[in-house]
């Protein structure tokens, strides 16, 4: 059974479009919009998810239109961009590495941000709004430390992968070494924005986030077929016409700015970027990065993960980023067993 179709535009271009990548990047959207209405009527109130939708539509009753549109809906969009930001993140940082371990959690991009967060916490008191500038701020000059120690005539995937490795554990023993110095009050509230929570997010974090994926997003899927063409190695990429340092600098730059506001937004989710490129790639069947399944399938395990917080252990019990950890530990068992009984560590 075929699944690429060459598709034929107005224009005269011809597209080639894989359709199980289609099919699964679709039904990957709708398991997440759909976990998303779940999710909005789960809490102390409950609200059935007709309802949800109703009130989405603007026919609920005032109560359920508050509930739901106040509350609930700015937490659900907020888990929705950032699963999305950090699938996408993990997918391109892991397709620039060319190593499935080339994702943000273990390059220190998410340490970075916790460092800058701690930082304003600590020493400044800042406010939650400072806090997030605070891990755009870390974030964005860990991934330019990284790229510059990783440079040499040009940025090798392994180098990315070892360099990231090493910063990420000296941002780890700074981070360490600003909570021995705060004071229990600050150190109680930088544990809890570490862990990462989605709880009490409101639309003040969801502009922000939507804002820089609408520029992102299209800013990467441009240069989505020079990323293709780069996992086949930089020589086959300069003589095919890809200007190679120039596309790995954006996707790289885009990279970390959507691991920074994610991690800004919510605090540091473990395991959503190193997960969710492979579980796509492995549903789609399909070589190269996967971009939009991805880019799904991070929105439907984050709030899927919120629901499963919520559901079992109650609203505001247990931060999402325990769940996250918890899961993506399992399947890093999993993959790692696979891998050893298939010969290939």
């Known amino acids: 059974m ?10 005269g271009l011809s597209v080639r479009v894989d359709v199980r990548t289609l099919v699964v990047g679709t039904l990957l959207l709708l398991v997440a919009l759909a976990a998303s209405v779940v999710l909005i009527g789960t809490g102390d109130f409950p609200i059935p998810a007709a309802d949800v939708v109703r009130t989405l539509l603007g026919e609920g009753d005032p109560g359920q239109e508050f509930i739901v549109t106040e509350l609930r809906l700015p937490r659900v969009l907020v888990g929705l961009l950032v699963g999305a930001s950090l699938g996408l993140a993990g997918a391109l940082f892991q ?17 970075g941000a916790t460092a800058g967060a701690l930082v304003v916490i600590v020493l400044f008191s800042g406010t939650a709004d400072q806090v997030a500038l605070g891990a755009l701020a870390g974030g964005l000059a860990t991934g330019f430390a990284i790229y510059v120690l990783a440079w040499k005539r040009g940025v090798h995937g392994y180098r990315l992968v070892l360099v990231g490795i090493g910063v990420s554990a000296i941002v780890t023993a700074v981070n360490g070494y600003l909570l021995t110095k705060s004071d229990i009050v600050d150190a109680a509230r930088a544990i ?7 709880e009490g997010r409101d639309w003040d974090q969801v502009w922000p986030l939507l804002a820089l994926c ?3 997003v299209p800013l990467v899927l441009a240069n989505s077929r020079g990323l293709r063409t780069m996992e086949m190695g ?38 959503i970027a190193l997960t969710a490129p492979q579980l796509a790639r492995r549903l789609t069947r399909a070589p190269g990065p996967n971009l939009v399944p991805a880019m799904c399938m991070g929105a439907a395990l984050l709030v899927g993960s919120d629901w499963i917080s919520q559901r079992v252990f109650g609203a ?5 980023g325990v769940v996250t950890g918890v899961l993506g530990g399992v399947y890093l068992l999993w993959l790692l067993v696979t ?3 298939a010969g290939r560590i």
């Open 2 to 11: 075929k699944t690429n179709r060459a598709v034929r535009t107005p224009g």
């Open 95 to 111: 397709s620039i590495s060319r190593n499935p371990l080339g994702s943000p959690d273990v390059l220190g991009l998410g340490q």
């Open 192 to 198: 809890v924005w570490m862990t990462g929570s989605l």
């Open 214 to 216: 609408a520029v992102l």
């Open 234 to 271: 930089d020589d086959v990429s300069y003589a095919l016409g890809v200007r190679v340092e120039r596309v790995r600098l954006v996707l790289m730059l885009s990279a970390v700015l959507l691991t920074a506001s994610a991690t800004a937004a919510s605090g540091p989710v473990g395991f």
């Open 316 to 320: 505001g019990q247990l931060p999402v």
């Open 339 to 341: 891998e050893r009984r």
